[in-house]
């Protein structure tokens, strides 16, 4: 059987699944993936992931809930959870060499999110997240992964956590550099306040 490409995309997927279905009764797996190949079989999966995406409810006392996987919540600290919420108020990302520049709006989360904590020990541990000598923010980013893995396979978390996204830049020279950026990648129409 041939795809044929006049058909449309959903008449083209229709024969592909035949012959999938074809090779798979047949058992041959092997052919399968090595038709397929292994970078799309990677994108099929992060595709699948992005199909089981759940709404992301921060409560007035800011509680992490996974509304669509039975209202479980994401248990993390307070400090955790003002890193968390900079980063969602900014979806362009941010570059943690650059991170003493958002000191004002995490002392902000932080402060809101550790009502009982005093204002010092707040700004002490702001000072260490955004201190670049200081290995605290990516601490911090590594427990707020290992929170969402809990709850959730690899694919899917990749999409809650703060995960790296290179931006490549050439400035009119012959030199180039990449912004390292750290980004929360989940669709923000996802998240409810």
Known sequence: MKIESSHT?????QQLAELVQTLREKGRMDLLLRAVGVSVLEELRIEAARARLSRLQIDSDYRFILV????REIELQPIHKAVYLLFLAHPEGIEFKRLSEYKGELLKYYMATAKSLDKQKIEEGVEHLINP????INEKCSRIKRAFLEIMDEYTANYYIIGSHAQRHAAGTSHVWYKRLKVITLPRELIIW
């Open 9 to 13: 995309p959903e008449e083209q997927a």
């Open 68 to 71: 669509d996987y039975g209202n």
């Open 133 to 136: 000598l200081d290995n605290a």
